[in-house]
């Protein structure tokens, strides 16, 4: 016979280290990419650098501080800033993917990546939907990883004394 010994885990795993690290590479991402893309052919709105415009602040940099300050928290064994950090790279990688929807219902404005279609394209995946989704699900996976978790040991056995049994002739 044996007995079930249930423990609690704690609430910050160095599982998330890795995870912490992409979503922050992928924040600065996000916040660099509009700025210096133009050095090198892939700025969103144009080819200028350095621009430090409303939709630029609204749609790429705030997101993008968001979500490396997320991946930031979700590194030290700090209790309670995982999770946190994990919430709001969430939230920033949410607003990478959506926010462009959502930006003429305040500005009154639209957004539209320059160039060619095919450039369009890999400036709306590789500035916007790529690194939000990425950062999505990074994000969801550590929260999977914080999620506190009953683990069952086995209690070592204890000797039971030997009986005969015997069969009625």
């Known amino acids: 016979m044996s007995t079930e010994v249930s423990r609690r885990t704690r609430s910050w795993t160095p599982k998330a280290i890795p995870f912490g690290f992409l979503i922050l590479l992928l924040g600065a991402w996000a916040f660099a990419a509009p700025l210096v893309g133009g050095y090198f052919g892939f700025g969103f709105y144009a080819d200028a650098t350095w621009q430090f415009s409303a939709k630029e602040w609204e749609l790429h940099l705030i997101p993008g501080l968001a979500a490396a300050a997320g991946g930031f928290m979700l590194m030290p064994p700090a209790r309670g ?89």
């Open 81 to 169: 800033w995982g999770r946190l950090g994990g919430l709001l790279a969430f939230f920033a990688g949410a607003w990478l993917i959506t926010g462009w929807a959502f930006y003429p219902v305040w500005s009154g404005g639209t957004i539209e990546p320059y160039g060619g279609d095919f450039m369009r394209g890999l400036r709306w995946l590789g500035q916007l939907l790529g690194p939000g989704g990425l950062i999505l699900l990074f994000a969801g996976w550590t929260h999977g990883l914080f999620m506190r978790r009953t683990i069952v040991e086995q209690a070592p056995a204890v000797p039971v004394e030997q009986t005969q049994v015997t069969v009625p002739e």
